[in-house]
Structure formats: C-alpha cells, structure tokens
C-alpha cells in the first residue's frame, strides 16, 4: 500500500473514531494518533485530510448531502461519510490530486471498509459533487475571479 493510501485510510480510521464519538477536537484527534501512531511517510498527508475535513466539516458535509439526492449526512454509513469527506476534501482543496484519483481512492477504500454497495453509492455521490465543482470552477474563471485554497498549508 503506497503512502497516500495509507494514509487516507489512517485518515479514515481517525474521522470514523471521531464521527462515532461525535468529539472532533483536537484531543481527540491526538489521542488517537497516541494510540495509533501513523509512519512517518504517511503522517504528513494523513494529517492534512483529517485537519482538511475537520476545519471545512460543515461544507463538505453539504456539498454530500446535495450530491446524495434524498440521503441526509445523518443517514449515510459512517464508513461512507467519512471516505466521502476525505475525497471531497481532496477535490476541494487539493489541486496537486487529480479528481480522477481522488474519486477512485475513495471508491476503492469505500469497498474495503463498507458495505457491498458502498463503492457504487460513493461513486454516485462523488460523481455528483465533482461536476458540480467543475461548473463552480468554469463560472468563476470565467468572470476571471481567483479560487482560495488551502493546499499550500502544511
């Protein structure tokens, strides 16, 4: 498993602990690097996705829940919301991945970690927020506006 995989799983494993826990602090995320202590070629991806998704929570979580026609945040499997956050955090915010891996990294880790249908259900959703983003892209450079991004913290 290379080091971006690894660490998008790790990544998982702390959102779903934090998720079930419904604790997103720092303390806790702390506690579970302690407890689960990630390699040193992972840690420094796996420590943007988890901060990423934790300081832009509240966007990512509804962008999913437009891209999820019918399906409140609430309802999804907390395998599949967590592995969604960490790919729409990456389309969002991570220009130097290109939405294509972004999209078949979480669809490959949905698959390993949820349920049967899981890979399909993401790839809707996913599918749904990437084409959407792409039209927010186009409209603004259109009205030659500039993007904001956070890939360059670290």
């Known amino acids: 498993m290379g080091n971006r995989r690894s660490s998008r799983v790790l990544a998982l494993q702390a959102l779903f602990d934090m998720d079930m826990s419904s604790d997103l602090s720092e303390e806790r995320f702390d506690s579970f690097c302690q407890n689960f202590t990630p390699s040193k070629k992972a840690l420094p991806f796996f420590t943007r996705l988890v901060e990423g998704v934790r300081?832009?929570?509240?966007?990512?979580d509804s962008l999913i829940e437009e891209g999820s026609e019918n399906w409140k945040i609430s309802r999804i499997s907390g395998v599949d919301r967590n592995v969604m956050r960490i790919a729409v955090y990456e389309l969002m915010f991570c220009q130097d991945i290109p939405s294509k891996v972004s999209i078949n990294e979480a669809i490959d880790i949905g698959k390993r970690f949820g349920a049967d249908e899981s890979g399909a259900?993401?790839?809707?959703?996913?599918?749904?927020?990437?084409?959407?983003?792409?039209?927010?892209v186009a409209e603004t450079e259109d009205n030659g506006d500039s993007i904001q991004t956070d890939s360059t913290k670290e």
């Open 55 to 60: 300081q832009n929570i509240y966007k990512i």
């Open 121 to 136: 259900f993401i790839n809707g959703i996913l599918d749904s927020i990437h084409k959407k983003l792409d039209i927010k």
